[in-house]
């Protein structure tokens, strides 16, 4: 008996805390309030030092960022999270934004990392410029994706593609890592598209989100496209039927 | 024949020191034994309430902490605490997670009692009365002295366990059922038994007693 006290005292002494009141809720440390009073209901959070998460080692990484830096990009990422109605973002259950820099995942570069189940989205400030507005609505549909599997079939998306198309087995084990728009399209807006079909539902989403009349020029000529908006629309409309895609 | 040897002044002086030096000694020992020395005391007797059956009483080592609780924002919840205190589940219960100046957590009812104090299980214990379901739509504002149910990682899943803030957290909005607030007596919470190192407290300060003033 006394080596059992023993030993939970010698554990509960060496386990260090992480007392603070944002940790307690999505489990991320060193993090400080930026904006909460959104009308959307969006709470922005920064890090004020790096911080390592993950359910497996750890493997998300970030680095706190410059208030100067974050108050340049924040403007950016508002606007573009403010298209999204409180009801929506209660649905598909997001509410922390947490801005860093320098982003990976199991040293891989990252734009964002959505966890749902902890309603958070992490955004790298510092991801390429030309796509970044266009990618934290990329990175919404996974958070979207995540809380609604059961709408978005990959299945049903996969017979869209082209005959003898596969996918790669996931986003990081392939070099389709390209975000600019492809020319010719058939049925695939980017080449990051092709890596799996749960990054090419996200940047259709993305697509219709930020550059709408980009994929309706594209429709024109290709059918798959065509299927595959029409197929993102009618699953985010089920979620909500007063959702706007046109910006 | 002994010859007396008379103190010299400065012999005199020195003696008084020693003495005065010996009595501040002991007496600043005590006084810092005695945690809840400069406490503010609060007597709810003494006290008026607007309504005072919304008024909790939890008696703790330092002294009273006096609770309004708000039935309008979470009334399940609020309903399942009256419950509890009025059966004086709560008395005896340890504070089992203490963060210094940030939150004080107890009620834990099966594992958190002073005679069957579990520390291996401590933090996870249910009542007899099940869970109930979170209650996050109406707007509150977690200020310090907040109460309110604390739940597990998951929503729908309040039982017995409060915390009270010591500090504020506008982000527990829509995260936590919020109860009331501390009215009087927050100070006395602050001296709460934690540790620096850990949220779980090991020999941890008990509620004396939780009861309604009406």
Not at chain 1, 125 to 137: A, G, Q, S
Not at chain 1, 196 to 216: G, R
Not at chain 2, 39 to 54: A, G, I, R, S, W
Not at chain 2, 141 to 164: C, Y
Request: proline share 3%.
């Amino acid at each position: 008996m006394r080596l059992f006290i023993s030993t939970i005292i010698i554990l509960i002494s060496i386990s260090s805390t992480k007392a603070d009141t944002i940790y307690n809720i999505i489990k991320i440390p060193n993090l400080e309030i930026y904006k909460i009073d959104n009308s959307n209901g969006l709470k922005y959070l920064r890090a004020t030092k790096p911080f390592q998460v993950g359910i497996r080692n750890d493997n998300v990484t970030c680095f706190n960022s410059d208030i100067k830096n974050i108050e340049k990009k924040f403007q950016l990422i508002q606007k573009n999270l403010n298209i999204y109605q409180p009801n929506f973002l209660k649905k598909i259950n997001l509410k922390y934004i947490v801005l860093c820099e320098n982003l990976s995942v199991s040293e891989i570069d990252a734009a964002g990392v959505p966890n749902f189940k902890m309603k958070t989205l992490i955004i790298d400030i510092n991801f390429n410029k030309k796509y970044f507005e266009r990618i934290v609505h990329h990175e919404v549909f996974h958070i979207i994706n995540d809380s609604f599997k059961d709408y978005f079939n990959e299945k049903e998306w996969k017979s869209y593609n082209p005959k003898n198309f596969e996918y790669a087995e996931c986003s990081t084990c392939t070099d389709r890592i390209n975000l600019s728009t492809i020319k010719k399209t058939n049925g695939f807006l980017t080449e990051y598209s092709m890596s799996t079909a749960s990054e090419d539902m996200a940047e259709v989403f993305s697509f219709l989100v930020y550059d709408k009349k980009k994929v309706d020029e594209k429709l024109i000529n290709d059918a798959i496209l065509k299927n595959k908006t029409s197929f993102i629309k009618n699953n985010i409309l089920k979620i909500s039927n007063n959702f706007s895609f046109s910006k | 024949m002994i010859k007396k040897i008379k103190q010299t002044i400065s012999e005199k002086i020195l003696l008084t020191f020693l003495i005065l030096l010996g009595i501040g000694f002991f007496g600043s020992y005590g006084l810092i034994k005695n945690k809840c020395l400069f406490v503010k005391k609060y007597d709810p007797q003494k006290l008026k309430f607007e309504k005072p059956e919304n008024i909790a009483i939890l008696n703790v080592p330092c002294g009273n902490v006096i609770i309004e609780l708000n039935p309008n924002v979470a009334p399940n919840s609020v309903k399942r605490f009256k419950i509890l205190i009025r059966s004086g589940e709560y008395n005896n219960v340890a504070f089992h997670r203490v963060i210094k100046n940030v939150l004080v957590q107890a009620g834990d009812l099966e594992f958190g009692k002073k005679d069957n104090l579990n520390y291996s299980y401590i933090g996870t214990g249910k009542s007899s009365l099940g869970t109930i379901d979170s209650e996050l739509d109406k707007p509150f504002d977690f200020k310090k002295g907040s109460v309110a149910l604390a739940r597990t990682s998951e929503k729908n899943t309040e039982d017995s366990q409060f915390f009270i803030l010591l500090k504020d957290a506008p982000l527990f909005e829509g995260e936590y059922s919020p109860l009331g607030k501390v009215i009087y007596g927050l100070d006395v919470l602050k001296k709460i038994k934690y540790n620096d190192k850990v949220e779980f407290v090991l020999r941890p300060d008990f509620i004396n007693s939780f009861k309604m003033l009406k």
